[in-house]
């Protein structure tokens, strides 16, 4: 691979890095079926999701299988919910590194969002992933409106009565374009 021969690369990193990219390919053209067919053809959960569509579905009488799984021991649920889990491990671990390589793809650059809304031309170059970080108040927190050729981020807060509203203040804030 031409990376490995940039000076800057930290080798060590970039083979494990590979190694693990190895090890998903692998799994994923060993996976027998859908991903996820094996969760959903338990009959215990299948059971579970026909039952909570009916007012009183999940009731003891009505779903015996759920009640007894809830009341049995926590390290027996856990364990079964471990297992259930481990049939779409790979899944989730392709998504982690298809995220980092996203973002690691951007660098923090500091912004300010005047009136608590900001706007972001994405016509230049497609944008993968948009983050935001260090916001001085801890009570705020972005909210992403995007289209094709533009971004909005509005910084919002919650109200006494869990109200959701926008903040009409300047916030500081450092924001990365992932591509």
């Not at 080798?11 to 494990?16: A, C, I, P, S, Y």
């Not at 793809?105 to 993968?128: D, K, L, R």
């Not at 903040?167 to 591509?179: D, I």
């Amino acid at each position: 691979i031409q990376l490995r021969q940039i000076p800057d690369v930290d080798l060590q990193k970039l083979e494990n890095f590979l190694a693990q990219i190895s090890q998903l390919k692998e799994w994923v053209f060993a996976y027998q079926g859908k991903f996820g067919d094996p969760i959903r053809k338990t009959p215990f959960i299948d059971n579970i999701k026909h039952r909570m569509s009916i007012p009183g579905g999940a009731c003891q009488f009505d779903c015996p299988d759920l009640h007894l799984f809830l009341n049995s021991p926590a390290t027996n649920r856990q364990e079964q919910l471990a297992n259930w889990l481990s049939n779409i491990k790979g899944v989730k671990t392709s998504i982690e590194v298809i995220l980092r390589i996203a973002r690691e793809n951007g660098s923090w650059q500091p912004n300010n969002a005047p009136m608590g809304s900001f706007v972001i031309e994405t016509n230049e170059q497609p944008i993968q992933l948009l983050r935001v970080r260090a916001i001085n108040n801890p009570k705020l927190f972005p909210e992403f409106s995007c289209g094709k050729h533009r971004s909005n981020i509005h910084f919002m807060y919650f109200d006494e009565q869990h109200k959701k509203l926008a903040t009409k203040n300047e916030v500081a804030f450092e924001l990365a374009r992932c591509q």
